[in-house]
């Protein structure tokens, strides 16, 4: 039992470039979540799903899109990188609304 | 705008003392309470739930209080040791929403 991971742990991109993050639950958790880490900023949702096949904007949604094509996998994309995006990306998933929330370890982003 | 306030960024408590770290939210709605405790490099973990229907739930040496009326919860931690050195975060949700609400966090330091 793994819990959630994520795919990259580390990555540098050129402003401008695109890629994916992926998340990988095997709790079978209805709903998955994309938080991003900035110092003094807390953890703010970017989007989430509530089930496979829905997605919904967060806080922070411009920049990303996110899919949820499997219920185990929740993907987060950027399409042109800039450097405000330079952050940690945390994903997170939990059975439902009241269900406790289990983290990725994150993926370190830098956008040069 | 901050839903979730932690207004203290930093907190130094000697082991053994007792530890509290304060949250206070301003969404009537919120309904239900958690703290998560991160290290450095990281995923969050849960630590502690409460639900509005309650004032306070223990686990341990760790207790949440939760004040409906000042919109304010506490979680306490004694006695205090330096492995809970982390920084704590304070969340929320409601019956409106479907993710959690993330406060900036408090840096514990627990010095020998």
């Known amino acids: 039992n793994a819990g959630v991971t994520q795919t990259p742990k580390f990555r540098v991109l050129k402003t401008g470039q695109s890629m994916t993050l992926l998340c990988a639950q095997d709790?079978?958790?209805?709903?998955m979540y994309w938080y991003r880490q900035d110092p003094g900023m807390g953890l703010r949702l970017i989007h989430y799903s509530v089930g496979e096949g829905t997605t919904a904007k967060g806080e922070v949604p411009d920049g990303y899109n996110v899919s949820r094509l499997k219920k185990q996998n929740f993907l987060l994309g950027l399409e042109s990188a800039a450097p405000s995006q330079t952050s940690v990306y945390f994903c997170a998933s939990s059975y439902d609304r009241l269900g406790q929330v289990y983290f990725g370890p994150g993926t370190r982003l830098t956008v040069l | 705008d901050q839903q979730v306030k932690q207004n203290s960024p930093s907190l130094s408590v000697q082991e053994g003392r007792i530890s509290i770290l304060n949250c206070d939210y301003t969404?009537?709605?919120?309904?239900?309470f958690l703290w998560y405790k991160k290290y450095p490099a990281e995923g969050p973990t849960f630590l502690i739930s409460?639900?509005?229907?309650?004032d306070k739930n223990e686990d341990g040496r760790f207790t949440v209080f939760l004040n409906k009326s000042a919109k304010h919860l506490s979680l306490h931690i004694v006695p205090s040791q330096p492995g809970d050195s982390a920084v704590y975060f304070c969340a929320a949700s409601g019956n409106s929403g479907y993710a959690l609400n993330f406060g900036k966090g408090t840096s514990l330091l627990v010095t020998p």
């Open positions: 709790m079978n958790h209805e709903y």
């Open positions: 409460i639900s509005s229907i309650k």
């Open positions: 969404n009537s709605m919120f309904d239900y």
